[in-house]
Nanobody, 127 residues
Framework: QVPLVESGGSLVQSGESLNLTCTVS????????IGWFRQAPGRAREGVSC????????YTADSVKGRFTISGDNAKNTVFLQMNSLKPEDPAVYFC????????????????????WGQGTQVTVSS
């Protein structure tokens, strides 16, 4: 069973919204944090947001704070990334990943803290 599967990426216009979904294996959300990351061509992977339903801890990058919201549904084994007011700098492949531990740091989000990754979903924003 694939541990994480992203969906919801699309082509939208600047200012519009998208809701990305990360579907995980059962029980994952009880024991692991889930992070969203993005990578644009020629750029390093960037941590976007993190959620731990088990501890209630979260993290959101300053670059998306106030526009992106992370949430989760344990019963449906899903984590969402609601992206509003999309900007020309937001296009990337968005990945969700399963943390080695249960916590999200409130100060940083590092991809080395995550051990399983989805295949990614493409977000494109036209101006």
């Amino acid at each position: 069973q694939v541990p994480l599967v992203e969906s919801g990426g699309s082509l939208v216009q600047s200012g519009e919204s998208l809701n990305l979904t990360c579907t995980v294996s059962p029980d994952t959300l009880n024991y692991h944090s889930i992070g969203w990351f993005r990578q644009a061509p020629g750029r390093a992977r960037e941590g976007v947001s993190c959620l731990s339903l088990g501890t209630g801890s979260t993290y959101t990058a300053d670059s998306v704070k106030g526009r992106f919201t992370i949430s989760g549904d344990n019963a449906k084994n899903t984590v969402f990334l609601q992206m509003n007011s999309l900007k020309p700098e937001d296009p990337a492949v968005y990945f969700c990943a399963r943390g080695f531990g249960r916590w999200c740091s409130s100060r940083y989000l590092m991809d080395t803290d995550f051990g399983a990754w989805g295949q990614g979903t493409q977000v494109t924003v036209s101006s």
